[in-house]
Every structure is written in structure tokens, then in C-alpha cells.
């Protein structure tokens, strides 16, 4: 073949190829559009500054999910509900959604024994199935967060098959399914996370909200609740086994004051009201991304660590980093404001 | 358009459009199509390898469906988890634990978690089978009783009636792998290939999912789970769940006869829950699978048996099974299978069928047509033979020039002249010629610049002095009768030239010379004096033949637009009407190539050549004014070159698999059904041109050197004419062997000992 003719047949096969990568990219959904953040927000309903805190954040416009926690689980597959806080009326109007929790945090622990229970009990999980999505139904919610933690380890298989009934009945409504699981970072870990298969409840929740902030708890040593780089290992888990596009991150807006080896839980600005009251100088610890201080009290020494805006800015840059769907806030009440001006910011920061 | 041509360019062009959009496609649709459609969408997890397993992982649990499952011990407790979902399935028990020691993976065995009371599975492996499946079907019917069938993706694309009947008629569905592989010792990569092929194409085909699979050639015994952990992992990694059996009655071996006596039941009463392991094709009569499910159906009714499909009692199989949403790569990879496993045999049927109608329909025709033009009686012949010049052109032929006139001079019939164009030659030639000429005055010698053969040609053309003109080639030697016999055809005003017979006169050198002359004579013999006998011989051979000089000159002489410009120039004279006849009479010899390398450059001149000269004159094709030249001989010229083009890969992948699957002996059944044929041809050709029966002693190796010689050729003339590029005027080193003819009138003349280079003529009619 000579030059000129070679470089013809070159360049339309190039064109050619191009054309065609040029098509793929162009048809394919989801890569030519801007994906938006989804910020959740839990509302509890035993701090009255909820109803304020919701209020103030749907004002500031990021909050695009609400969950107030609505119901526990109880023996043989009924549920124990409250009314949800008449706040909740703004959320439809400012285009956010619902999905109530129902979750099995009772009496200051995870009850996981009484809701392996009800998974292993065919009618019973039939009968925890039908009431929720009633639920759902009847207040035309647009779907259910399901937090059941600390489940045995064997019982993940129930829990799979029960949540896959649940999306099924949920999305014959048009309603989705949330899921909240705890934190890991690898597949072998502490028995209390071992039902907790990433992979397959990726698979069957249309989104999964990690709760990226148990590092530390009442009755453990004082620390951080989210160190930074526990917090990066869960994401990196994570996004291995579940799409991004179903990933959210939870953030902490709390921590935890402990003396004689028992925590009592602060929400950020309890915290900051301590500090003031006792007349500490809260330090900032970078590694952790958290502030912590010290005091006594009683003859106690008094250890505190607490999240902030400050805190949650640099988990959400981690979020916005491996692009995930978004964030989940545990809680609305006393958190710094502050965290609601991130939704501008985060994200060109990441 | 040449095929050599500058306008090919455009097809060259289209053809590398064609070849990258393709690619792009395939760069698409193979990730698409061997992803698993188990894993609904999500990536192929990671997991542990082989070698981290272990030869023989720890065996816990009970049941039919297995797993590997990865150890985590938390306490005294320590739970299986399984290592590419991450989800925890069992926690062991203390004598599991001990069994377990301090292994890291465990195969685990599970299942039957909805069984109640006393169930019966039965499962029919390597399925469909178009005879045996729709029998059992039917006995299945009629006892009420559904099963399990573990069916490969081959068979389902095989067998769409029965795959339809089995799921219309509430049997359970599983996956048996793609072609029935053994993806213990498989590759990762053939096996996952074999799974999700499988599971596609079920899903195509019958709308059905079974994200489960049973692997070929297992055994429930724990040595044999151990040993095919490979495939365990590679159907768990993809989304599949491992099934197995728990009896094994061995119904294959009964069938086949390596088992004698009774096919075993099943310990009835002594096990609750039974899987059993039958086979509903896969070889061999499957009589006695039947006859044995319908003496167990009441056997295990009376024990309270319940007959189940395996979903029925495995929840997690009752997960992984019901109705598809067909995609179009399922369709995609359904209609490759088809494409694959039942196409093949079909067209190969097709193909075969054709080759042996064309191939015996017109080795009959022609043989009944050069018998007819041979009874023909008394044959027309020319009551005053014309007058005619003798013609060589010759370039670099000092070695044979002399030895070729003397055998011009000797000739019985007196020609009035010969002229010798010497076309440049380098050599002493124009010397030769002199000299002769000097003792001669019916030599002439003309001399030109060399130009090529085609000019040598036309200048001698013009400047002959007779009516008609005899070519012959500068190596080619005549018998005395020869030219006599030429001319002696020229019996009507119409006739515008005469082929002669062309010999292989080195026949006795070597096997390549040998067929040649086969060759040559079933061409000559049978082929070209039927198209003689229909007034369609398309090549007249420049080496032997007779030509009426004014057809010849209003034909515009020779061109060099082909490489066969003897074949186009008869083809010319076909157009302006002019009759072509044969003299099977006027013999000459010349010397065929010797090597397989030389064979093949003067082939491939002429194969190309040929097309060329039929593509200049296309317009001839299918034209009833040309009688059967255009109806019948110049389309199978272009059909004997277009149909071996498409198909020989095919052909020959299809006849590579045969040999593997089936033996030698089919395909040599072929070989020798195809040298039957042409063993017929060839005896009547030999008894027509008089020629020696020891011709036919190469008939059963005619196939064996014709078959891969014409794929050659064809594929090396497609690509010279996508690359664009014209082909040389190859030269063969000339050895001037001659073997000892009876018809030789003069005594050999002296062997010249040194190889003399020279134009490479075309010595007989035959299309490659």
C-alpha cells in the first residue's frame, strides 16, 4: 500500500472509532448527567430541638431525605410505633422525601436476638413484612429505612431473604427500601457485623446507609466516634461490594462524655455548652477530625470527644471523593448548623 | 474493474471500516455476553484462589448443595462464611469444629432446609435428548411426577420443543455446563464461559432462569468434591449454587454395558430425603433409564416417598429459578449457539450434498457429452487442410529451440512457415534460430525489444503469412501428426481456432508430475471435450493450438489485461462469434512444473488470470446468446472458485472437529466417496485420449494434493486482489526433463545440463 492511501483507510478507521466511542459515551445513561448529592437526616422523636433542627435545614435547602425514627420491632413481627412529629409536614413541600426508620434500638441497646427471632420465623417475618409496608402504603411515605443492628451472625441469610420480600412488596407500591447497617472494614471482623454481607444487601436495598460512626460508644475507652482513616477504610470496603450509586455515608453530629468507664452521649452543641459551662478549651484533633477536652468534676475525670461541622466536612469530602450517592446525618437536634452550609462546600473541597 | 485494479481501493477501505466497527462490537458484546447474568448486574466478586483452599479442604454439613465456605472464629465460636458474598451461612458444630482443626476454608454440604417427611428428587443430567427426553416426559406425565433437569446450553440450542415441553409441563430447570465440561481441571476462564453461556442461552431459549448448576463428571464423595473445588469456586464466584446428589445408581454404565444385571434403587426408608442422579441422554440407549423410573415411581410411593423437584425442597434454589427477562444477550449468545452447534451439520449436510451434485452431476454430464462428441461418427474434418505458419515466441530459449523446431520440421503435414519472434532474449536464441534459418527457408526470425509474451505474439500474428497460425510454446514439442490434426479441424468457415491436446512429458519425475498428468488428461479428456461438444471451450491453450489469423487480428490480438491472456483472447473470439473446437489428435508435450513452489506460482497466475479474463468479459454470464459458454461453463468457473472461498474454513474447522469427535473413518468415508467420482471420470478420460491406465494409479491421492492446493490458491489470489497488487510474470526455472515418448519421432536430442530460464507459457486449458 502506498502513503496516501494507508492514511485514508487510518483515518476513517480512526473516525469510525471514534464515532462510535463518542455514541457509547453519549447513550449511556447516567454518564452525561450531574449527579446531586443526597443528604439524609434522622429526626428523633425524644429531642424536642428536632422539630427546630428539621426546620432550619430544609430552610437551608440541602436536605433531600428525612427519616424519623418511627417504630421497633417487637416479638413475633409487630411494631411499636410513635406518631412522627408534625415537622414532618415541610418535608413534602420542599421536594425532600420520606422514610421513616424502624429500628431495633431499644432500652440503650440493639435488640439482634428478638429480630433474628422474627427473620427465622416464616410467619413471623411475613407478619413484620405486611405491617410495614401497610405502613408505608396507607401515610404514602416514599419508602422504609430498615436499622436492625447487632443480628447474630447466622442470621444475615434471613435477613436477606426478608429484606428481598420487603423490596419486592415496596417496589409493587412504588416505594423503596432503605437499609442502615454498621460499619466494617473487612469481611472478617467482630461477630456483632458478621450478618452484615455488603455484597448482597448492596444488591437488595435500593440504597445502603453505613453507619460509619460506632468506633466508640458509652461503654467503651473515650475516643473519637468516626476517626478519619476508620472512616476511609470503610469506604474503600464498601464500594468494592455495593454501587456506588446505593452508598451513603453516615455522619456523626454527637460524641460521647465518659467518666468511670461510662459514656453518657452529647449532641454537638451539648457539648459545646459543656465545654463552656465547665470551662474547658476544646481541642481539635486532626487525625480523628474531631474535638476532644477534658475536665472534672465530682472527683471524676471526665473525658469528651465530639463531632462538629468541622468533623463532618472532612467525611463528607470522603463521600463526595468516591462518589458516593451521599450522606446520612445521625441526627437532627443540637447538631451544628454548620453541617447544612457543606452541601455548597464539600464537594469542591473533595 | 480488474481485480487488480485501482477501484479495489474502495473495498479495501470498506473492508477496514467493516473490521474496526466489528471490533468495537466485539469489544462491547464480549464483556456483555460473559458476564454473569447470576450476579443481576453487580461486579464478579473476589475470592480466595485454589491453592489458598487447599488439595482437600475439611468436609462439614450435610445435605446435596455445596459450597467452600471461609472459617472465622470469634471465641469458641466459629462460623462459615462464604468468601465472595461475605454473607456467614453456618456456624460449626463442636464436631465440626474439631473436623475443621485449624483449616481456613471448609467445604460445606447443605441443603433440604424445606424438605418434610420423605421426599424424592429425581434429576436427569446432560439433557435434552430429542428421542429419549420426550419419552421420559411422557412417563413422568403419566405418574404425576415432577424432576430436576440439569441440561447443557449445547443440547438446549439443540432441542427447543423439548426445552419448551420440560418447563410447560412444571420440571425444575438446572445448568450442566455449555458443552458438558469438566470445570474441575477447565480454566477459570473456559469454565465461567461455560456456565454463563449456558445460562444465557436457557434463559433465551425457554425464558426459564436456573442460577444453579451440577457439575459434569461429579461424584458425591468427598474426594471428588474435594478435587473439583476449582469449579465449586468458579460457580460461586459467578452467582451460582453448587448442586449435587446423594445416590448415584449409575444408569450410564448399565446402558453401556460396563455394568451387568439390575440398575440399584434407592436405600427407600433407609434415607429420608433422596437426590438421585439419572441421565436422560448423553450417549447410548437410554431404555433402561426409563424402565428403571418407572418401576421406582411406585416403589417410592409405597416407602411415602413425595416426588420433588430440587427447588421444592431447596429454598435456595426456589430463589435462584423462574421466569427471565430475556435480554439481547441472551438472544445474542442463543443464536451464536445455534450458529455453532446446529448450523454446522445442517449446512455441512447442504454443502456436502451440493458438492456431490455438482461435483457427480457434471462428472456425469460431461461424461456423457465427451462419450457422445466421441461416437460421433464420421468427425467433420477439413477436406483441404488451410495453409499455415508455425509460431514461437521464445525469450531465453537457447537451451530447447533447436530440440522444439527440429520437431516443428519434422512435422508429417509441410507448413509453409515458421516464425520465431525472439522477444529480447539475453541469451544466445536469435543464434540458434539463425543458424537453423541459415539451412531452413521456412524459418523466419523476427526480433523485438523484450515487451512480453503477448507482443512477441501479435507481432508474429501480423507479420504470418498463412491463414491460420499454429502457436506453440518454445519448450513444446510436437509429434509429426500434430499440426496435421489441428489444422485438419478447421472444417467450417466458422471455426476460429483449435485447441490441442497438451501432455505432461515429465510425468514419470515425481508425484507432483503425476498428478499433473492426471490431471491433464481428466481436463482435456472428459472436461474440455464436452465443452467441445457444446461449443463452449473456454481457454484455448497458446501452447497447442491453431488460430485463423484474420478471427485473431479482428479480435485485436493479444492483451495484456489478464495474466491469461490465451483465455481471454478465447473468450474475445466466443464474442465475435467465431467456433472454438478441440483436436484430441494433435498431441504435444511439455514440462510441468516439478516443485511444489513452482506448481503454485504458475497456479496462482493462472487461477488469478483466469478470473481476471472471466471478469473482463462478465457480460458473457448467463447470457443465452453464448450458449452454454455463458449458461453453464463460465458461471461454474466462477462458482468452483466463489463456494470453496466461503466455505473451506468452515469445512475444514468442521472436518478437524469430526475427526476429533467421531474418528478418521467418516471423513476418509468422504475422501473416498468424492475419489470414487472422480476415479469414473478419470477411467473414461484415459480410455477416451487413449492414454495409459497407469494414470489411474493417482486417483486416490488426486483429492489429497487438488484439495489444499485449490484453498491456496484461492485465498493467495483474494488477498493479491484486496492488497491491490498485480501479480509478476513468475518464471520457472525450466529442467528440460523429458521423459522417453512412444510418439516422439526423432531421438532425444542432447539434455542441456544447465537450467535455462524462460517465460512460463500456458500449457493446456486448465482452470486451476
Given at each position: ?43 428523633p ?7 427546630a433542627?428539621?426546620q ?15 417504630a ?28 421513616p ?10 435488640q ?48 436477606i ?6 423490596r419486592?412488596d ?6 423503596v427500601?432503605?437499609v442502615?447497617?454498621p ?33 466508640a ?34 455522619l ?48 471524676e ?46 464537594g469542591?473541597?473533595? | ?60 454439613g ?31 458444630s ?89 470445570v ?10 461455560e ?15 436456573a ?8 461424584s458425591?464423595?468427598?474426594s ?16 451460582y ?26 436405600p427407600?426408608?433407609v434415607?429420608d ?70 448450523v454446522?451439520?445442517?449446512?455441512l ?10 461435483m ?18 464420421p ?68 526480433q ?9 505474439l ?32 478447421f ?46 471451450i ?52 511439455t ?29 458473457m ?6 450458449g ?20 473451506t ?17 467418516p ?60 501479480l ?17 519421432p526423432?531421438?532425444a ?20
Open positions: 500500500m502506498t502513503g496516501p492511501r494507508s492514511r485514508t483507510v487510518l483515518t476513517a478507521a480512526i473516525a469510525a472509532v471514534m464515532a462510535a466511542v463518542a455514541g457509547l459515551v453519549l447513550l449511556h445513561p447516567g454518564l452525561a448527567s450531574e449527579p446531586r448529592l443526597t443528604v439524609a437526616a434522622a429526626l422523636w425524644w429531642d424536642p430541638r428536632g422539630a433542627s428539621l432550619a435545614a430544609v430552610a437551608m435547602g440541602p436536605v433531600t431525605e428525612v427519616s424519623p425514627v418511627w421497633n420491632p417487637t416479638a413475633g413481627g409487630g411494631l411499636d410505633t410513635v406518631a412522627l412529629s408534625p415537622a414532618v409536614g415541610l418535608v413534602d413541600s420542599n421536594g425532600a422525601r420520606l422514610l426508620t424502624v429500628q431495633n434500638y431499644v432500652d440503650r441497646r440493639w439482634g436476638d428478638l429480630v433474628a427471632g422474627i427473620l427465622a420465623d416464616p410467619s413471623a417475618a411475613e407478619r413484620h413484612r405486611r405491617i410495614i409496608v401497610a405502613a408505608v402504603v396507607d401515610n404514602d411515605w416514599a419508602g422504609v429505612d430498615v436499622d436492625y443492628g447487632e443480628l447474630p451472625p447466622t442470621s444475615g441469610e434471613a435477613l431473604a426478608f429484606l428481598t420480600a420487603l419486592d415496596l417496589h409493587a407500591h412504588d416505594k427500601l432503605s442502615t447497617v460499619a466494617r472494614t473487612a469481611d472478617e471482623a467482630r461477630s456483632e457485623v458478621l450478618a452484615y454481607s455488603y455484597r448482597l444487601l448492596g444488591a437488595v436495598a435500593d440504597q445502603l446507609r453505613v453507619r460509619a460512626h460506632y468506633h460508644w458509652d461503654t467503651s475507652e473515650p475516643g473519637p466516634v468516626a476517626p478519619l482513616a476508620w472512616v476511609q477504610d470503610i469506604v474503600r470496603y464498601a464500594v468494592e461490594r455495593v454501587p456506588r450509586e446505593k452508598l451513603m455515608l453516615g456523626a453530629t454527637y460524641g460521647y462524655d465518659w467518666a468511670g468507664g461510662r459514656g453518657v452521649e452529647l449532641q454537638t452543641a451539648d457539648a459545646v455548652a459543656l465545654a463552656r459551662r465547665v470551662g474547658a478549651a476544646p481541642r481539635w484533633d486532626a487525625d480523628a477530625a474531631a474535638h476532644t477536652f477534658r475536665y472534672e468534676q465530682g472527683g475525670q471526665h473525658t469528651v470527644w465530639y463531632e462538629d461541622a468541622r468533623s463532618a466536612e472532612a467525611k463528607w469530602a470522603v463521600a463526595v471523593a468516591a462518589g458516593l450517592r451521599g450522606v446520612a446525618v445521625w441526627r437532627l437536634g443540637g447538631e451544628d448548623r454548620g453541617l447544612w452550609d457543606l452541601a455548597e462546600t464539600a469542591e473541597q473533595a | 474493474m480488474d481485480p487488480s485494479g485501482r477501484r479495489w481501493k474502495r473495498l479495501r477501505i470498506a473492508a477496514t471500516v467493516i473490521g474496526g466497527v466489528l471490533l468495537i462490537v466485539l469489544a462491547v458484546a464480549v464483556p456483555a455476553v460473559t458476564s454473569s447474568p447470576a450476579l443481576a448486574g453487580a461486579t464478579t466478586p473476589e475470592g480466595p484462589t485454589v491453592a489458598e483452599v487447599g488439595d482437600a479442604p475439611p468436609v462439614i450435610e445435605g446435596v448443595l455445596v459450597r467452600v465456605v471461609k472459617l472465622l472464629r470469634d471465641g469458641a465460636s466459629v462460623y462459615g462464611q462464604d468468601p465472595f458474598d461475605g454473607q456467614v451461612v453456618t456456624e460449626l463442636a464436631l465440626e469444629i474439631d473436623r475443621a482443626g485449624d483449616a481456613e476454608y471448609a467445604l460445606q454440604w447443605y441443603g433440604y432446609d424445606q424438605a418434610a417427611g420423605r421426599t424424592i428428587s429425581l434429576t436427569f443430567d446432560d439433557g435434552p435428548d430429542p428421542v429419549y427426553t420426550p419419552e421420559l416426559l411422557d412417563l413422568l406425565a403419566e405418574h404425576d411426577v415432577t424432576a430436576t433437569f440439569f441440561v447443557t446450553g449445547e443440547q438446549v440450542a439443540k432441542n427447543p420443543d423439548v426445552m419448551r415441553r420440560i418447563v410447560r409441563e412444571g420440571h425444575a430447570l438446572g445448568n450442566h455446563s455449555l458443552t458438558h465440561v469438566d474441575g481441571e477447565a480454566t477459570p476462564f473456559r469454565s465461567g464461559l456456565l454463563v453461556l449456558s445460562d444465557r442461552i436457557m434463559r433465551a431459549q425457554t425464558g426459564w432462569y442460577s444453579f448448576f451440577r457439575m459434569p463428571y461429579e458425591f464423595a468427598s471428588s468434591m474435594q478435587a473439583d473445588v476449582r469449579g465449586i469456586l468458579r460457580a460461586q464466584q459467578l452467582g449454587v453448587v448442586t449435587s446428589h446423594d445416590f448415584d445408581p449409575k444408569d450410564w454404565a448399565y446402558a453401556s454395558g460396563e455394568l451387568t444385571g439390575d440398575i440399584p434403587m434407592p427407600l426408608g434415607q430425603h433422596v437426590t438421585l442422579l439419572l441421565h436422560d441422554a448423553g450417549g447410548g440407549d437410554r431404555s433402561r433409564t426409563l424402565e428403571y423410573v418407572e418401576e421406582l415411581i411406585p416403589l417410592a410411593r409405597d416407602a411415602g416417598y413425595t416426588f420433588t423437584t430440587m427447588p421444592q425442597v431447596h429454598p435456595q434454589l426456589a430463589e435462584r429459578t423462574g421466569p427471565a427477562e430475556v435480554t439481547g444477550w441472551d438472544r445474542a449468545t442463543l443464536a451464536l449457539a445455534q450458529l455453532v452447534f446446529v454446522p451439520p445442517v449446512l449436510q447442504g454443502l456436502l450434498v451440493l458438492a456431490l451434485v455438482t457427480g452431476g457434471l462428472g456425469v454430464l460431461y461424461t456423457v457429452l465427451a462419450l457422445l462428441r466421441a461416437r460421433r461418427s468427425r467433420r474434418t477439413a477436406t483441404e487442410p488451410l495453409p499455415a505458419s508455425v509460431l514461437v515466441a521464445a525469450y531465453n530459449e537457447e537451451l530447447v529451440i533447436r530440440r522444439t523446431l527440429q520437431h516443428v520440421l519434422a512435422s508429417a503435414h509441410a507448413v509453409a512457415e515458421i516464425v520465431v519472434v525472439d522477444d529480447g532474449s539475453t541469451d544466445g536464441t536469435a543464434a540458434v534460430v539463425r543458424d537453423m534459418a541459415a539451412s531452413e527457408p521456412r524459418i523466419r526470425l523476427l523485438q525489444v523484450n515487451r512480453g509474451k503477448w507482443a512477441a501479435n507481432l508474429g500474428f501480423e507479420q504470418a503469412r498463412q491463414p491460420v497460425v499454429v502457436t506453440l510454446d518454445a519448450d513444446t514439442l510436437i509429434t509429426p501428426e500434430t499440426i496435421g490434426a489441428l489444422l485438419a479441424r472444417h467450417s468457415p466458422r471455426v476460429g481456432a483449435v485447441a490441442g491436446v497438451i501432455k505432461v512429458g515429465n510425468r514419470s519425475r515425481n508425484v507432483l508430475t503425476r498428478w499433473q498428468a492426471l490431471e491433464y488428461v481428466t481436463q482435456i479428456g472428459v472436461e474440455r471435450a464436452a465443452a467441445a461438444y457444446l461449443d463452449a473456454a481457454i484455448v491453450p497458446g501452447a497447442c493450438a491453431a488460430w485463423r489469423r484474420t478471427a485473431v487480428l479482428e479480435a485485436g490480438g493479444y492483451s495484456e489485461a489478464t495474466l491469461a491472456e490465451d483465455c481471454d483472447l478465447t473468450l474475445t473470439l466466443h464474442q465475435h462469434g467465431w467456433q472454438i473446437e478441440q483436436a484430441e489428435d494433435a498431441v504435444a508435450y514440462e510441468a512444473p516439478e516443485t511444489a513452489d513452482a506448481l503454485v506460482r504458475q497456479r496462482v497466475r493462472w487461477m488469478f488470470g483466469t478470473l481476471q479474463a472471466v471478469w473482463r468479459h462478465r457480460s454470464i448467463l447470457r443465452p446468446r453464448y452454454w459458454l455463458g449458461m453453464l461453463v463460465l458461471p461454474m468457473s466462477a462458482l468452483a472458485v466463489l463456494v470453496p472461498l466461503l466455505f474454513p468452515f469445512v475444514t474447522v468442521v472436518l478437524l472437529l469430526m475427526v476429533v469427535s467421531g474418528g478418521l473413518v471423513v476418509l468415508g468422504y475422501f473416498a466417496l468424492f475419489s470414487i467420482f472422480y476415479g469414473l471420470l478419470a477411467v473414461v478420460a484415459v480410455r477416451l485420449l487413449d492414454e495409459r491406465a497407469a494414470h489411474l494409479l493417482m486417483v486416490p491421492l488426486y483429492r489429497v494434493i487438488f484439495e489444499p492446493l485449490r484453498a491456496y490458491l484461492i485465498y493467495s489470489c483474494l488477498g493479491s486482489a484486496l492488497r491491490g497488487v498485480r509478476g510474470w513468475n518464471k520457472l526455472a525450466r529442467t528440460a526433463h523429458m521423459d522417453a515418448t512412444p510418439a516422439e526423432l531421438p536430442p542432447a539434455v542441456p545440463t544447465v537450467a535455462a530460464r524462460q517465460p512460463v507459457s500456458r500449457p493446456t486449458a486448465v482452470p486451476a
